[in-house]
Nanobody, 124 residues
Framework: VQLQASGGGLVQTGDSLRLSCAAS????????MGWFRQAPGKEREAILC????????YIADPVKGRFTFSADNAKTTTYLQMNSLKPEDTAVYYC??????????????????WGRGTLVTVSS
């Protein structure tokens, strides 16, 4: 079972970037999928989760209106579209999956599967 995140890079303030997360090894259609990030010297934080229903949708305040989530029907690939990027968005971004749909609300220890991170650097 593997989640593979990609698409990170170095961008300038105000730019856009789309991260992808490819799932393999099992079916994630019944899982909540999401993205976390970890900035230098800070704890990993949830930024956006989508569980297929409104009850499991979570968007962190710092990214509301700028980041959006999408996925194919089987959730084999999920995407994080990041617009109007700011220097404070600089972090390693991780995709994640959670069967119960609570990881964004309850914390990182409720994540069932992690993808390898991809670094996003936003220059000022």
């Amino acid at each position: 079972v593997q989640l593979q995140a990609s698409g990170g890079g170095l961008v300038q303030t105000g730019d856009s970037l789309r991260l992808s997360c490819a799932a393999s090894g099992r079916t994630f259609s019944s899982y909540a999928m999401g993205w976390f990030r970890q900035a230098p010297g800070k704890e990993r934080e949830a930024i956006l989760c989508f569980g297929g229903g409104d009850a499991n949708t979570y968007i962190a305040d710092p990214v509301k209106g700028r980041f959006t989530f999408s996925a194919d029907n089987a959730k084999t690939t999920t995407y994080l579209q990041m617009n109007s990027l700011k220097p404070e968005d600089t972090a390693v971004y991780y995709c994640a999956a959670d069967y119960a749909g609570t990881m964004c609300f309850r914390g990182t220890k409720y994540v069932d599967y992690w993808g390898r991170g991809t670094l996003v650097t936003v220059s000022s």
